[in-house]
């Protein structure tokens, strides 16, 4: 028997909801919950945003715990093995993604939470491959935002080759925001931060910002014209696009892991002559959370949180809502 908090259809509170999850499948492992951070996308799921929401429905994909029972195939993790666990739970392991190393691509990889009961829980499921050991040095208590919201702003790092020499932006100060800012410090940069709260000025450059501009205010960004290499955007909001890529050197790119609810609206032109481009990623593979925990403790970055008791789900729930989140929450058993 699992225990968990469930949604019985969309908007409603998070109730006690107890389910089999029947028999362990050979390759997959049972992971007793110790902490789950939350991330806007378990809201999204709760609300239906997406349309892909199936209730009763158990939010929670930024897990860490203990391995507490493994299937008779299972070789990458062994019972008291402490790990963590994302967004993906299973890849099919043999499409031409998987077999390229970029699992997080395969068009039928399952997500924690989509189809399936999540980690706000006493006990979650998932595929060996998307289980990763924590390195050691790690803060368990810390760790789980950066198996989503860390390896949402961490993988386009490496996808796209972003270089210690570049002079890069980060478009919002939040959940993902103030992660990429400490990732892209370490990673060699010239940071810029563009927020529409000047109070997060001094936190920002604390985080890794050299830089700071008021996104309010058209006219700051006219003045970083001509200025960044790559602008990462990690907001759910639209702007107008066609101001950051005139921040954008010739061949600089604006990329985006924040979902806007339009469009996005730009002139063909201002790619074209500047040889510029756009363009989105999804979390990252295996091999990529690794290499981001590594990097993590090695640079002792680590996401700021707030704590929750499991029981408090709902009031956690919905003071991310209100966006009081500073800057990601995580419950704890």
Known sequence: ????????????????????????????????????????????????????????????????????AVGDRVTTVAIGQQVGLGWFSHSCLHCEWCMSGNQNLCLTAEQTIVGRYGGFANKVRAHQEWVTPLPKGIDPAKVGPLFCGGLT??????????????????????????????????????????????????????LGAAHFVNSCDAQAIEAVANSFDFILSTVNADLDWGLYINALRPKGRLHFVGVMPSAIQSNSSSLIFG????????????????RMLDFAVRHHI???TETFAFSQVNEAMAHLAAGKARYRIVLKH
């Open 1 to 68: 028997m699992i225990r968990a908090y469930a949604a019985k259809t969309a908007d409603e509170t998070l109730e006690p909801f107890d389910y089999e999850p029947g028999v362990l499948k050979d390759e997959e492992v049972e992971i007793k919950v110790e902490y789950c951070g939350i991330c806007y996308s378990d809201l999204s799921m709760l609300k239906n945003d997406w349309g892909i929401s199936q209730y009763p429905l158990v939010p929670g994909h930024e897990v860490v715990g203990t391995i507490a």
């Open 153 to 206: 702003v961490f993988n386009p790092l490496v996808q796209l080759d972003v270089k210690p020499t570049d002079r890069v932006a980060v478009i919002g100060i939040g959940g993902l925001g103030h992660l990429a800012l400490q990732f892209l410090r370490a990673w060699g940069c010239d940071v810029t931060a563009f927020s529409t709260h000047p109070d997060k000025e001094t936190e920002a450059r604390e």
């Open 275 to 290: 040889q510029k481009s756009l363009s989105g990623s999804p979390l990252g593979s295996p091999v990529t959370i690794a």
């Open 302 to 304: 680590e996401p700021v």
